[in-house]
């Protein structure tokens, strides 16, 4: 082997040693490419790949999407002019041209035998590899050509998530706006409902009605409690909708909860004369743990359903043990339901058949229904025939509950005081109606009552006042509910007492309102007075005293019954209150004064007539020749 041989060996291996290096580093090169995410990454890899394989003096990439090349992605515009030469390359089944005199090339990047991109090197600092720089270019088009794709179908993805993003995030500002609308329809319409239906509820306790002015309270209560379901339909459709509604368990007595149900039920029939059969197991458990105010809901929609949908015929509903599960069957006798409309009855606002538009009611009972009983662990299910009627059936998992002694039943029967020592209760809400109502309730059952017309005036009277409990609003001027309840918390004085807060607003649930403000218990507005009472039970350990409803209706009392006069410090304070303009402070006193004694029945009468009218002027003339008048 001569020199020359050895030479030419040299320079082949060397020249093999350079490629095999250049595999390498292109090698190295792919891989940080192919894991990049943005395309203009991936490109500026692709140069720096290329500037160090071959040193190029010119180095172009033109973008191509969907067969063209994409002018409005190419930012050098210097080379415009050699647009046709590329889009001929783009449409040719060829991957690489020569340019100027083999100076340089332009290579086709492609995915999928489909073209994404063009790159264009020219003047290579060595210009004898120029074959070399393109077997290289030609061996790695298809894993740039991923790398480029990749790099697209991320940007798309990326701006499909935002764009996910954006929607999903209007979608939730229009359902908290939808949420505070009807939160904020809620507690103006609950607000009225609760004068309307506690004065209902008060009335009742009247031992003195007439048997038609019963019959027009119970219309009176009756319409209030029907606008309030509607109310509560809407909201808790919208809480489903949204994911907010709560399943709130607790131990209840099985049987004494169906028994009410049974009975309301059993008066809704009886007007319709149809037949109603209840038919309960004996082997149910006595006390079992579940949601008594959900399962409520559901049972007395389906029953109430039932009657409504049945003119002739009967009703029944059947509970019985399945396993370790309870079973509810509500079949009846009705118009049914067409096959094609099985499903359809459960969409909110939909009511199916011929009598659809004769139907009151919102069309949103079963579909609330039905999401309820999915959200307490069962499924509602229907078979129907048309003019045969239907059965609607659900099993729940209720655990039976062994050590029922600590659960208190209200019997009932009417609570007409309750036995040991006074109890005093402040009642703070901005609106007379509602303290009315709650002092109406209160000052018969022989509590002592004062009141506040907002959360700085209530502090400051808890202080004076030191009651045993603390009725209060959430919503009020000046101060409100949660931020007098804190300094109430704070203070020495106070941080003892028991507070119930009794509001309208549905914004937070019933334990968001106890846990996060440290209040005792929650009563809703329109409040409910059974809910009272044992809210009351439970904050001052009470054991109630039950009676006959006593007459306390002034009117009922004979005209010749003697004029008698409150004590002279009872007096002197109306008195007071009037110089002072003090409407609500006047009230209350007349109604503390009745309620201490029957005897007091035409003062109060004559005192109330003229507060009613805010006649303070009279009541002033009148208290003041009384004050004059020598008496003890």
Not at 144 to 151: P, R, Y
Not at 402 to 422: A, L, V
Request: a negative charge; one cysteine or more.
């Amino acid at each position: 082997m001569n020199y020359e041989d050895i030479e030419k060996l040299r320079s082949e291996l060397l020249d093999t040693k350079k490629k095999l290096a250049d595999y390498a580093m292109m090698h190295n090169m792919l891989n940080r490419i192919s894991s990049i995410e943005s395309e203009s990454d991936v490109i500026k890899g692709i140069y720096e790949v290329f500037t160090i394989l071959c040193a190029p003096a010119q180095l172009i990439y033109f973008p191509v999407v969907q067969g063209a090349f994409d002018q409005k992605e190419y930012l050098d515009k210097n080379f415009l002019h050699q647009e046709q030469e590329i889009q001929e390359l783009i449409n040719s089944d060829i991957d690489y041209v020569w340019a100027d005199s083999q100076k340089g090339f332009f290579l086709k990047i492609k995915h999928i035998n489909e073209p994404i991109g063009i790159i264009k090197i020219h003047e290579f600092t060595f210009p004898e590899y120029r074959h070399h720089y393109l077997n290289l270019a030609l061996s790695i088009t298809q894993v740039l050509g991923l790398a480029i794709d990749n790099s697209r179908k991320y940007n798309k993805l990326k701006q499909a998530k935002e764009e996910i993003n954006k929607a999903r995030k209007a979608a939730d500002t229009a359902n908290q706006a939808k949420s505070d609308f009807l939160a904020n329809m809620s507690h103006e319409l609950r607000t009225p409902l609760n004068g309307i239906l506690g004065y209902a509820q008060i009335l009742k306790m009247d031992g003195c009605l007439t048997s038609p002015q019963k019959s027009g309270i119970d219309v009176i209560e009756r319409s209030g409690k029907h606008l309030l379901n509607l109310i509560n339909e809407i909201l808790d459709l919208s809480k489903i909708e949204a994911r907010k509604m709560e399943i709130n368990s607790s131990d209840f007595y099985l049987s004494v909860f169906l028994n009410s149900v049974v009975n309301m039920i059993k008066v809704h029939a009886e007007k319709k004369n149809i037949e109603f059969h209840a038919d309960i197991a004996q082997d149910i458990p006595q006390t079992v743990r579940g949601d008594e105010k959900r399962l409520g809901q559901v049972l007395l929609n389906l029953l109430s359903n039932a009657v409504k949908f049945t003119h002739k015929g009967e009703v029944a509903f059947h509970v019985f043990k399945s396993g370790s599960r309870i079973f509810f069957k509500v079949s009846d006798s009705g118009i049914g339901i067409a096959q094609d409309d099985l499903e359809n009855i459960f969409l909110p606002f939909k009511q199916v058949g011929r009598h659809a538009r004769t139907i009151e009611g919102t069309g949103l009972g079963l579909s609330i229904s039905r999401k309820l009983v999915r959200l307490m662990g069962g499924e509602l299910n229907v078979q129907s025939e048309q003019d045969k009627g239907s059965v609607f059936s659900f099993d729940l998992e209720l655990p039976e509950v062994s050590d029922p002694d600590e659960m208190r039943i209200i019997e009932n029967r009417s609570i007409t005081g309750f036995k040991g020592k006074k109890k005093k209760i402040l009642v703070i809400d901005d609106l007379l109606e509602n303290r009315s109502v709650l002092m109406g309730l209160l000052l018969p059952l022989g509590f002592e009552v004062v009141e506040a017309v907002n959360g700085r005036d209530g502090l400051d009277l808890a202080y004076e006042f030191m009651p045993d409990l603390v009725l209060i609003d959430l919503v009020m001027p000046v101060m409100d509910g949660f931020e007098a309840v804190r300094l109430m918390r704070k203070s020495n004085q106070l941080k003892n007492v028991k507070i119930i807060a009794v509001s309208a607003s549905t914004s937070l649930s019933h334990q968001e309102i106890i846990s996060k403000s440290n209040f005792d218990d929650f009563i809703r507005k329109p409040v409910d007075f059974d809910e009272v009472f044992k809210a009351l039970e439970t904050c001052l350990e009470l054991e109630w005293i039950y009676g006959e409803n006593i007459c306390r209706e002034p009117d009922c009392i004979s005209d010749n019954l003697k004029l008698v006069l409150p004590g002279r410090s009872d007096l002197e304070s109306i008195y007071q209150y009037t110089r002072n303009g003090d409407i609500m402070k006047i009230r209350q006193k007349i109604d503390e004064i009745q309620a201490k004694d029957v005897q007091y029945a035409l003062f109060a009468k004559e005192m109330g007539k003229l507060a009613l009218s805010f006649q303070i002027k009279e009541i002033r003339e009148k208290i003041k020749g009384y004050l004059d008048t020598d008496h003890e």
